[in-house]
């Protein structure tokens, strides 16, 4: 029998649990006993690095990006801890450099899907058995490889693959990565220690939190590899075991993320991972009768439809799902008069075209008065058309691609309507290629419409739409910010007057689910909202 003293480092803790021999009792799949109350670490945000030239941490990720960017990697499936090949493969471009294949994957046929479902819920009364410290152990285990071992290798993956920056891969694949980890096992210590608050005489009233009686389901999306890890390991915390689907756009970087997991100790079967076609494998996980969750994170048109399909099966699921889920945005700055000219324009700049505008917090309506739009527009259109855009190999680049064709085409055709549209104009941008990589310059609109298509619909892209209203007409402008789109993620007032900021934030309470108001020299709300996971209405 192996002992394992519990005094020991994360690594020690999560030794030798991937196959369920560390010791009889998991091999039994019967409780371990408690011999003591234990305490986490105390739990810190990873520290982000500054990647100024010179630094050690810029060598470092430069080196390990030209490595990668001269490689195509082979990414299987993984089922049970095997290697699965189905002979089915799929490419993943690299955005920014078509001619880059940055993997080769294995794409899941009905077989695979129902060989990994079979295969969580075979590993499921083992896993939840475990007790809560061994689990926490393994998750703060796999954060610290991310933070250290592991951080270059998987931001080059975000940024080769997905088009990010060296700063948006920082504060994604490394820091909100390993955060999750972190504070997911700080929470799960405070939901367990939850318990009744009185008892009657001689009775001693228990709350015990059992994982979900099925499997889960999690779909992440391309834009963020730390949401990727989250929708996978969330759920395996707290003792279910995952059937993970990852985007098709970030299928290295999440493999590479969900290795760093198997590393770390979480066993075989616990998460499974399974590219494959989102529509027929969905099909076949909502038809099973042991589903039991979906953690997702896309479109709103895709999250509907699962809902849909989900509600149409109740009659045959063994439990009732849960869905949690977030969605698209549509987030509005709103400029108050009394606004900082250049904070106000900078933080629009930096939120609606940060990683290309591909966050559904990313600032894409501008509501601007008329007495400032003149100077509002002047250094808006100025700064816009001084960003410097190109391969994420170098990191002078402000902006690189966007995701891939369907992106691409998706948020041209938008800018062309505005183009030929007899109440709108493009005032700044406007320009784009896809003959090397998935190229399109932030682009900003100018329309007379509040009604105008590009207000109401996410784009999902480089693409800032700006509407200018009467100073005596806020009111009238705040109705509208409510009622334009039904989106209702986030949104920013920029207004130097505190009284006012504090009225247009309560009238805009139910406009956005994460509504910053600051004096207008604050950072930018848009660049730190996409951390908030919330069930969208």
């Known amino acids: 029998m192996l002992s394992i003293s519990r005094t020991n480092t994360f690594k020690a803790a999560s030794a030798g649990l991937r196959s369920y021999s560390a010791t009889s009792a998991l091999r039994s799949g019967v409780r371990v006993p408690q011999l003591a ?125 997905q088009g990010k920056n060296i700063w948006q891969a920082e504060i994604d694949a490394a820091t909100e990565s390993a955060d999750f980890l972190r504070f997911n096992v700080k929470y799960s210590s405070e939901i367990y220690a939850q318990q009744p608050p009185c008892n009657a005489p001689g009775v001693w009233n228990r709350s015990e939190y059992r994982a979900l009686e099925g499997f889960v389901y999690a779909v992440s999306p391309f834009n963020f590899t730390a949401i990727g890890v989250n929708l996978a390991a969330a759920p395996a915390l707290m003792g279910n075991t995952v059937l993970w689907k990852p985007s098709a756009g970030a299928v290295l970087s999440n493999y590479i993320a969900f290795d760093v997991m198997r590393e770390a100790g979480v066993p075989d079967g616990v998460i499974q991972f399974v590219p494959g076609n989102a529509a027929e494998m969905t099909k076949q996980v909502f038809d099973h009768p042991e589903f039991t969750s979906l953690h997702f994170t896309g479109s709103t048109f895709v999250f509907k439809n699962m809902w849909k399909q989900i509600a149409q099966n109740l009659d045959i699921y063994k439990s009732y799902p849960r869905i949690v889920g977030e969605t698209g945005g549509k987030n509005y700055h709103l400029i108050h008069p009394t606004a900082n000219l ?147 993620l986030t949104g920013a007032i920029f207004a130097e007057d505190r009284q006012a900021a504090v009225d247009l934030s309560a009238r805009l309470l139910h406009t956005a689910a994460s509504s910053m108001t600051r004096p207008s020299t604050a950072p930018t709300p848009a660049s730190n909202a996409t951390t908030m996971h919330v069930l969208i209405e």
């Open 37 to 161: 109350t234990f305490k986490l670490p105390e739990i810190k945000n990873e520290p982000t690095m500054d990647y100024a030239p010179g630094s050690a941490e810029r060598e470092q990720l430069m080196a390990t990006l030209e490595e990668m960017s001269n490689k195509t990697y082979d990414v299987p499936l993984v089922i049970n801890g095997r290697e699965v090949r189905t002979g089915d493969v799929k490419e993943q471009l690299n955005p920014g450099k078509k001619s880059h294949v940055v993997c080769r994957y294995e794409n899941a046929g009905p077989k695979e899907v129902e060989e990994a479902i079979e295969g969580t819920l075979a590993a499921k009364s083992k896993w939840e058995s475990l007790p809560l410290y061994d689990r926490q152990a393994i998750f703060l285990r796999a954060a610290d490889l991310i933070g250290q071992k592991y951080r270059y290798k998987l931001m080059a993956a975000s940024m080769l693959g």
């Open 342 to 488: 250049e904070s106000a324009v900078n933080n629009t700049i930096r939120g609606a075209f940060e990683f290309q505008g591909q966050k559904c917090s990313a600032c894409s309506r501008l509501y601007v008065p008329k007495s400032l739009w003149p100077q509002f527009r002047e250094k808006l259109v100025a700064g816009v058309e001084s960003i410097k855009q190109g391969p994420v190999t170098d990191p002078t680049n402000f902006m690189g691609p966007v995701i891939n064709q369907a992106a691409f085409d998706k948020i041209t055709n938008y800018i062309e309507y505005a183009r030929n549209s007899s109440d709108s104009e493009i005032i700044a941008g406007g320009k784009y290629s896809d003959s090397e990589g998935f190229y399109i310059r932030p682009t900003v609109v100018a329309t007379t419409n509040p009604d105008f298509k590009l207000l109401k619909e996410e784009i999902f892209g480089p693409v800032v739409t700006a509407y200018v209203y009467d100073d005596a007409k806020l009111d009238e402008t705040i109705e509208l910010i409510g009622k334009t789109t039904p989106y209702g």
